[in-house]
């Protein structure tokens, strides 16, 4: 069986409009990656005022680099789309799987719209790659260890599921960093959810995604100052930001 591992990079979270696009085709039986391909979409690319508002415009010369050394191709959306319809026909894929697979297919479906063109995901179906890890990794007591130890947490305080945070604990290399480009994040999600089959999940399967992993967190303390200066220490177990406050839970 062949599926698709798929990853979009856009300006930002509201603006969804797609400048890179990578996906691997990947044979669950040989166990090996057959096609790797990472594409630039032009419209956005050559919009420069829109390009600069990118989250991720700092990494222009990267992919300047990759585009003129061939590993990246400039293609149009609607051409793009056609291929991923045919690739998918050829290779008889029906699975896309992707990290937070939802934002992936808004993204598509956002810029199938905005540039008019044919949908190729519409009858597909789609697994996150996030549920994988919440099955088998999210809840090891080794990674939260190591969450605990390096402070991968969410603002909440909760422990961070990210792919950077999952693939530091799957290859043990504590310094990697999330490159952020389309392909080279197909790359380690493909290895996370590998990861996450030989540890017992099976493929095709749809598994929750939880809204927090909880962690048991220490009991902290800070200190309040009255206008007599007398001080006030109280106990707190977790630490919330909701826009200029911060907001603690008692003990």
């Known amino acids: 069986m062949n599926i698709l591992i798929l990853d979009t990079e856009t300006i930002d979270l509201q603006k969804r409009f797609c400048y890179n696009l990578g996906y691997i085709v990947y044979d669950t039986i040989a166990k090996e990656a057959i096609i790797k391909s990472d594409f630039v979409i032009e419209q956005v690319w050559h919009n420069i005022a829109l390009f600069e508002t990118a989250y991720y415009a700092n990494k222009k010369e990267k992919y300047i680099t ?8 400039l293609i149009k959306w609607g051409f793009l789309m056609q291929k991923l319809y045919y690739l998918m026909q050829n290779f008889e894929i029906t699975s896309i799987y992707a990290y937070n697979s939802p934002f992936d297919e808004s993204v ?3 810029n199938c719209e905005w540039f008019k063109t044919l949908n190729p995901f519409y009858d597909k179906t789609f697994f996150d790659i996030r549920g994988y890890v919440h099955n088998k990794i999210a809840f090891n007591p080794s990674f939260i260890e190591l969450c605990e130890a390096n402070n991968f947490f969410t603002e909440a305080e909760n422990i961070s599921t990210t792919a950077e945070n999952v693939y530091k604990f799957i290859s043990k290399n504590i310094d990697f960093i999330e490159e952020h480009t389309a392909l080279a994040d197909c790359e380690i999600e493909l290895e996370i959810l590998q990861y ?17 992993i909880k962690r048991d967190k220490p ?17 707190y177990k977790e630490k919330r930001f909701s826009k200029n406050q911060t907001i603690l839970t008692l003990k």
């Open 108 to 110: 598509i479906k956002f």
């Open 196 to 212: 996450c089959i030989n540890e017992g999940s099976k493929l095709d399967k749809v598994y929750p995604i939880y809204r927090t």
């Open 219 to 235: 009991i902290k303390q800070f200190t309040l100052v009255d206008i007599e200066k007398n001080e006030h220490i109280f106990d």
């Open 66 to 73: 990759s585009l003129r050394s061939k590993k990246s191709k």
